[in-house]
């Protein structure tokens, strides 16, 4: 008997707590008075007292009369009594956020929707040390990190800077059709702005912007997700997309600013294959106040790409299809540089790209991995027809049941060259929108891109702890035709050349050499440390072109922290 009473006072307790907690968000719209809340609290805070001394008689009562309570009844006590805690600490938050609404005082602290957001942050510092790199006739040359520099007077120079790139972002998971996600960048190096109080001493410091975003937004999207009941989603605005290993569409994590796209993309995806596509403006010209350009040259991207899963047992396929329509006119439009673009379409750039990738194991060897990429391409390169094509093959093996689990790669990357620039065909792959750095794909240096090159490369890697990495790797280049020139990881030339005339007939295509050492250590759990030392040295087409064997030394330390 005296079981079932104090089992339903505590249920009382429940029930009239719950109801007073529902009383607010009935009435509270309606109730702009303190007074009648109060007196609510105050009726509660009463039928609570008189319920607790039932429950504490009920309990002396038992202790006196009937034999104590078992194992199995008090631990019902104890579970009701945590109701009872939790529905009081539910309803004093209720009376709070409506004493707040009375006030006018708004804000979604209590929203059930704050529940869902999610707010990470990264700061990322990076030192680096140049030397050597400006041995060019005009001692200049383009760096993939921070653009075109100017050294000092001489053979070779030394340089050091350190980059800092800050982000923070908003993750809201708003239900489940619908998705919002911002993220905010500083991109700076240290030291341009000169000092910190305001006074710049111009002229002094040579980072060029593309170091310096300042503040900005990195990234600002929805996601319409389970559109139509199906697997499909649509993202819209501001992006990050990165295909495969980052060969023709990439997010340039490498750089203190990184790429994103502005984009409408669509996304499908099942168990079996995963299909997406989207299209980007990349350079908008014309809807900007006082422009003279045509509105229609702009440089758009399109592409979509067809994953199967399952088909190739224990490897992914990848079929890709990208169309780069660049319309600009102006001198710095794609990468017509050095070509007889003719008149009439002057330097507009189409170019159509069909490609594939394969990435996977072996069937019977789980040792042994391999990614296969190539890529096809047709399209106009101003007045030239543009034809071109890239493959890209690695493979490696891991001795699993080795101390450290080293692995032993090897690749080969291709891509055409051009053997005359005023024939009236275009020849040289274009990269696209890549992070040539990636994987150090064509050294971590990042002299050399994915245009004109023959890249054979040898790696090994081992893993002293699990927090440990650390990867040497050899590259040796050779430039698919000597006639058409050498391309910095930007895409850029390293050499101006005529368009009418064989600037590099009498060279040889030796490249250079380079070697690469990194490594990477977990220090903490949301604390990275990365390291890497690169030697680049110069052989017969530079010492051809340039009168100079170049050599050139870069090293850094970074850290990234995350919460």
Same mark, same amino acid.
């Given at each position: 008997?005296?079981?079932?009473?104090?089992k339903?006072?505590l249920g009382?307790?429940?029930?009239a707590?719950?109801c007073f907690?529902?009383?607010?968000?009935?009435?509270?719209?309606?109730?702009t008075?303190? +007074?009648?809340m109060e007196?609510?609290?105050?009726?509660?805070?009463?039928s609570?007292?008189?319920?607790?001394?039932?429950?504490e008689?009920?309990?002396?009562s038992?202790?006196?009369s009937?034999a104590?309570l078992?194992? !199995?009844?008090?631990?019902?006590l104890?579970t009701?009594?945590?109701?009872?805690?939790?529905?009081?600490?539910?309803?004093?938050?209720?009376?709070?956020?409506?004493?707040l609404?009375?006030?006018?005082?708004?804000?979604n602290?209590?929203?059930?929707?704050a529940?869902?957001?999610k707010? !990470?942050?990264?700061? $990322?510092?990076?030192?680096e040390y140049t030397n050597?790199?400006?041995?060019?006739?005009?001692?200049?040359?383009q760096f993939?990190?921070?653009?075109?520099?100017?050294?000092?007077? !001489?053979?070779?120079a030394?340089?050091?800077y350190?980059l800092?790139q800050?982000?923070?972002?908003?993750?809201?998971d708003v239900?489940?059709?619908?998705?919002?996600?911002?993220?905010?960048?500083?991109?700076?190096?240290?030291?341009?702005?000169?000092?910190?109080?305001?006074?710049v001493?111009d002229g002094?410091?040579?980072?060029?912007?593309s170091?310096?975003?300042r503040?900005?937004?990195?990234?600002?999207?929805?996601?319409?997700?389970?559109?139509?009941d199906?697997p499909l989603?649509?993202r819209?605005?501001?992006?990050?997309i990165?295909w495969?290993?980052?060969?023709v569409?990439?997010?340039?994590v490498w750089?203190n600013?990184g790429?994103?796209?502005?984009?409408? $993309?669509?996304?499908?995806?099942t168990d079996?294959?995963?299909?997406?596509a989207?299209?980007?403006?990349?350079?908008e010209?014309?809807y900007?106040?006082g422009?003279?350009?045509?509105?229609? +040259?702009?440089e758009n991207l399109?592409?979509s790409?067809?994953?199967f899963?399952k088909?190739?047992?224990r490897?992914?396929?990848e079929?890709?299809?990208i169309?780069k329509?660049?319309q600009?006119d102006?001198?710095?439009s794609?990468v017509?540089?050095?070509?007889?673009a003719?008149?009439?379409d002057s330097?507009?750039?189409v170019?159509h790209?069909?490609?594939?990738r394969l990435?996977?194991?072996?069937?019977?060897?789980d040792?042994?991995?391999?990614?296969l990429?190539?890529?096809f391409?047709?399209?106009?390169?101003?007045?030239q027809?543009?034809?071109?094509?890239?493959?890209a093959a $690695?493979?490696?093996?891991?001795?699993k049941?080795?101390?450290?689990?080293?692995?032993?790669?090897v690749?080969?990357?291709?891509a055409?060259g051009d053997?005359?620039v005023?024939?009236g065909?275009?020849e040289?792959?274009?990269n696209l929108?890549?992070t040539?750095?990636?994987?150090?794909?064509?050294g971590?240096?990042?002299?050399?891109?994915?245009?004109n090159?023959?890249?054979?490369?040898?790696?090994?890697?081992?893993?002293p702890t699990?927090?440990?990495?650390?990867?040497?790797?050899v590259?040796?280049f050779?430039?698919?035709?000597?006639?058409?020139?050498?391309?910095?990881?930007s895409?850029n030339?390293?050499s101006a050349?005529?368009?009418t005339?064989a600037?590099f007939?009498?060279?040889?295509?030796?490249l250079?050499?380079?070697?690469?050492?990194t490594?990477?250590?977990?220090?903490?759990q949301n604390?990275?440390i990365?390291?890497g030392?690169s030697?680049?040295?110069?052989e017969?087409?530079i010492d051809?072109?340039? !009168?100079? +064997?170049?050599e050139?030394?870069?090293?850094?330390?970074?850290t990234t922290?995350?919460?």
């Amino acid at each position: 008997m005296g079981n079932k009473f104090w089992k339903t006072c505590l249920g009382g307790v429940a029930a009239a707590v719950f109801c007073f907690a529902a009383t607010p968000f009935v009435h509270g719209a309606d109730s702009t008075s303190l +007074e009648d809340m109060e007196k609510e609290l105050n009726a509660l805070r009463a039928s609570v007292s008189s319920l607790t001394e039932q429950i504490e008689t009920v309990k002396q009562s038992q202790t006196v009369s009937s034999a104590p309570l078992s194992e !199995g009844e008090k631990g019902e006590l104890e579970t009701l009594r945590n109701e009872v805690n939790f529905l009081k600490e539910e309803f004093q938050t209720a009376a709070q956020a409506e004493q707040l609404k009375a006030q006018d005082i708004t804000g979604n602290v209590y929203s059930e929707f704050a529940k869902k957001v999610k707010l !990470g942050a990264q700061i $990322r510092t990076r030192y680096e040390y140049t030397n050597g790199f400006y041995n060019t006739p005009d001692h200049t040359t383009q760096f993939e990190s921070f653009g075109t520099r100017r050294a000092l007077s !001489g053979s070779s120079a030394d340089d050091d800077y350190v980059l800092n790139q800050s982000r923070l972002w908003a993750d809201g998971d708003v239900n489940e059709h619908l998705r919002i996600f911002i993220q905010i960048q500083d991109a700076r190096s240290w030291g341009t702005e000169g000092d910190t109080v305001g006074f710049v001493n111009d002229g002094e410091n040579s980072i060029a912007d593309s170091a310096n975003n300042r503040l900005d937004l990195h990234q600002g999207y929805f996601d319409i997700r389970n559109l139509f009941d199906l697997p499909l989603t649509v993202r819209v605005g501001r992006q990050e997309i990165v295909w495969g290993d980052h060969r023709v569409i990439g997010n340039f994590v490498w750089s203190n600013i990184g790429r994103t796209f502005d984009a409408a $993309r669509f996304m499908y995806d099942t168990d079996t294959y995963y299909w997406e596509a989207f299209g980007a403006k990349i350079d908008e010209n014309g809807y900007v106040d006082g422009a003279t350009d045509d509105d229609n +040259e702009d440089e758009n991207l399109y592409a979509s790409m067809f994953t199967f899963k399952k088909l190739i047992p224990r490897a992914v396929l990848e079929l890709m299809y990208i169309q780069k329509n660049d319309q600009d006119d102006d001198s710095n439009s794609a990468v017509t540089d050095g070509y007889d673009a003719g008149e009439g379409d002057s330097d507009h750039v189409v170019v159509h790209d069909l490609g594939f990738r394969l990435d996977g194991k072996a069937l019977n060897l789980d040792a042994i991995d391999y990614t296969l990429e190539s890529h096809f391409q047709v399209g106009d390169y101003g007045d030239q027809s543009h034809k071109a094509w890239a493959l890209a093959a $690695r493979t490696g093996y891991t001795f699993k049941n080795v101390a450290w689990t080293p692995r032993i790669g090897v690749e080969y990357d291709f891509a055409s060259g051009d053997d005359d620039v005023s024939d009236g065909q275009h020849e040289t792959f274009d990269n696209l929108y890549p992070t040539n750095h990636w994987q150090g794909n064509y050294g971590f240096i990042d002299l050399v891109s994915w245009r004109n090159i023959h890249d054979y490369r040898a790696n090994v890697k081992v893993n002293p702890t699990k927090k440990l990495m650390i990867q040497a790797d050899v590259h040796y280049f050779e430039l698919d035709e000597e006639d058409d020139g050498w391309y910095y990881a930007s895409g850029n030339l390293a050499s101006a050349r005529s368009a009418t005339e064989a600037e590099f007939s009498n060279t040889d295509d030796e490249l250079a050499w380079e070697f690469d050492l990194t490594v990477s250590y977990s220090l903490y759990q949301n604390v990275g440390i990365l390291a890497g030392y690169s030697f680049f040295k110069g052989e017969d087409w530079i010492d051809d072109v340039f !009168g100079d +064997e170049i050599e050139s030394n870069w090293m850094y330390i970074q850290t990234t922290v995350t919460f």
